[in-house]
């Protein structure tokens, strides 16, 4: 469980410096206000780690770097709960209502939720049962709980990692999934460790 903390505490470190820094993105929604409850991802995953809820130690340090490339706000790093991005225009709340009352005011359906950008168009069907409104705003909720996003994301990444293919958490198109394998690998140098998300 040491090296594990020790891994997690490297990524934890990036967060909070400046070193890296995501592309620039479109915000086309944001609460002013701060919150350190919307930015407090990395604490729910020391958190599962230190319960054994998270039990293979590769998947500790991936989920850390996924979490940075996928929510981290620019400039800072630090992975954002309450996000969600609509093709590519991020859109950021301090809180849950806020962020639910501003998807039901929306028709997307190609959406991506929370700290590790769970897509409601790729797996609410499978596990709602089907894709209406209503059912995106369900699986919206619970996946703007954190533990539930991170939890949910340790089941997407093992499906990758079973295909041999870790970068298919995001995409399995090759000019995707090679750029954002870039991207995690990036995280992962930034925090002194080793490049090795395929």
Avoid: W
């Avoid at 891994?7 to 086309?28: D, G, P, Q, T, W």
């Avoid at 709960?81 to 997307?108: H, I, P």
Wanted: charged share 25%; proline share 1%.
């Amino acid at each position: 469980m040491g090296n594990n903390v020790m891994i997690i505490a490297a990524l934890a470190a990036i967060i909070f410096s400046s070193f890296y820094l995501r592309e620039s993105e479109e915000i086309i929604a944001h609460d002013t206000r701060t919150s350190e409850e919307s930015y407090s991802c990395i604490n729910t995953l020391h958190s599962l780690i230190d319960r054994g809820l998270i039990d293979d130690s590769l998947r500790y340090r991936f989920i850390g770097a996924i979490m940075i490339t996928e929510s981290g706000v620019e400039g800072s790093s630090r992975p954002s709960q309450y996000v969600m991005n609509f093709g590519g225009k991020s859109a950021r709340f301090t809180n849950k209502d806020s962020a639910l009352q501003y998807l039901s005011s929306r028709d997307d359906t190609n959406v991506d939720i929370g700290c590790m950008q769970i897509n409601l168009a790729a797996h609410c069907k499978e596990y709602m049962g089907s894709c209406t409104k209503e059912s995106r705003l369900q699986m919206a909720e619970k996946l703007f709980d954190k533990e539930q996003n991170i939890r949910f994301a340790v089941v997407l990444l093992t499906r990758a990692a079973q295909k041999g293919k870790l970068g298919y958490y995001h995409s399995a198109t090759k000019d995707k999934y090679e750029r954002y394998v870039e991207k995690v690998n990036d995280v992962l140098s930034s925090a002194g460790l080793e490049r090795n998300f395929r």
